[in-house]
Structure formats: structure tokens, C-alpha cells
């Protein structure tokens, strides 16, 4: 039998409030679904590792074994946790995705086909929503020790990555440049709209 619950993931630049605005979110829902709210690079293992072990200067791999870490990271995230929730009927929301090995992975260099290819195992998301904000601001707001993914000149390669499927449609882009209110405002009606659209989705 196919999954029963919906699947959201939040996408966006490191900085962009999406983390915020991803809990924001899953507590408004929550009073009408049942919620999980998760996030890559997951608390699995593989997650773990990534996060101790490569996002910094001095620990850095080569992109490629990057870009497998993170798909590896994501199949058993997927397996253990999105899956099963998605199973008992829950409402996922995922904080970064596919789309982030796409737009970092990808302006690192990677063919997307590949990435693509690597991830092609991970369950496809009912839909995805990137909160844009614009780079110069995103690294305002970093206060703590930036990782290599965090300079100006990434950040932009990143967004550009973002916005080429925003224009594809298969993100939905929302305004992060407004005061965080505004922002979550604006995230819970877009959601809410993209929710009517799944008929046999109990709200
Ligand atoms: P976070 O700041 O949202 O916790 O994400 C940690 C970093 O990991 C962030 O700089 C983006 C990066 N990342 C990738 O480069 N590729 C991926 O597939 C994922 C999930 C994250």
C-alpha cells in the first residue's frame, strides 16, 4: 500500500531563517495534523558524521564523496524516519532535501544528472518550497564560525542553483526578505494551498 501522509521539505540558503520558519510552520499545522518535523543532515549515523566531520575547512572531502555522504545520509533518513511517519499517515516536514545536494553539491562543481543518479532511491517529495533570501543578508546573520559552504560568493552559486527549479516549478518560492511574522504568514498560506491540492489527505 502507498504511503498515507504528505511529505514537505524547506528549502534555502544557510542563514535564511529556514529552520525557524520550518518549526514555525510545523506548529501551526499541528493543530490540525499530526507533525513531524525533521531535518538533513539527519541524527542518524551517517548525519552525525557529516556534521562532526566534513561542513569545515579543515575537515573537508572531496565534493563527490560529499555529495554520496549526504545521499547515503538521506536514504537512511528516509528509511528509518520520513518513511514509516509518512506510513502512519504524518505530515513531514523535512528542513533541506534533494535540493540541497542539487544547489550545493551542484554549484560545487557536480554534474546534477549525477546527483540526480544518487539519489534516486530517496522518496520524492509531494512538494518542496525555498525560502529566498537574498545572500548579502544571509551572512549577516551568521554570527558563528562559518562553514566552507557559507561565503558570499557560494552562497550566490547556491541560490542560483534554487532558483532554476523555482522557474521549473518544482519549487515553490517564498519571500524570506520580510520580518520573520511575515515570513511564516506567508510559508503556512502557501502550504495550506498546496495542501488542498492533495485530495484523500485528511486535514
Ligand atoms: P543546516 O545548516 O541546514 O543544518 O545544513 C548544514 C549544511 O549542510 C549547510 O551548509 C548545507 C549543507 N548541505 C549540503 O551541502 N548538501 C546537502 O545535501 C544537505 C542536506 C546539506
Known amino acids: 500500500m502507498g504511503k498515507k501522509g504528505i511529505f514537505i521539505v524547506i528549502e534555502g540558503l544557510d542563514g535564511s531563517g529556514k529552520t525557524t520558519q520550518a518549526t514555525l ?21 551517517i548525519g552525525t558524521f557529516i556534521r562532526d566531520g566534513c561542513l569545515y575547512e579543515e575537515k573537508r572531502l572531496p565534493t563527490e ?35 540541497s545536494s542539487l544547489a550545493y553539491q551542484g554549484s560545487a562543481g557536480l554534474s546534477l544528472d549525477w546527483i540526480k543518479t544518487i539519489n534516486a532511491r530517496a522518496l520524492q517529495a509531494d512538494f518542496a518550497i525555498f525560502i529566498d533570501v537574498a545572500p548579502e543578508r544571509v551572512l549577516e546573520r551568521l554570527q558563528r564560525k562559518k562553514s566552507v559552504m557559507e561565503t558570499l560568493k557560494t552562497q550566490q552559486k547556491v541560490r542560483e542553483v534554487y532558483l532554476k527549479y523555482v522557474e521549473k516549478g518544482e519549487l515553490v518560492r517564498v519571500d524570506g526578505d520580510k520580518p520573520k511574522d511575515v515570513v511564516a504568514d506567508a510559508l503556512y498560506a502557501t502550504v495550506l494551498g498546496l495542501l488542498k491540492t492533495f485530495k484523500g489527505f485528511v486535514s
Request: aromatic share 6%.
Open 25 to 45: 510552520l510545523a506548529k501551526k499545522l499541528s493543530q490540525n495534523h499530526n507533525i513531524m518535523l525533521t531535518a538533513e543532515p539527519s541524527r542518524g549515523k
Open 65 to 99: 564523496a560529499e555529495a554520496l555522504l549526504f545521499a547515503a545520509d538521506r536514504i537512511e533518513h528516509m528509511q528509518k524516519e520520513i518513511k514509516p511517519a509518512l506510513d502512519e499517515g504524518k505530515l513531514v516536514i523535512c528542513d533541506r532535501y534533494v535540493y
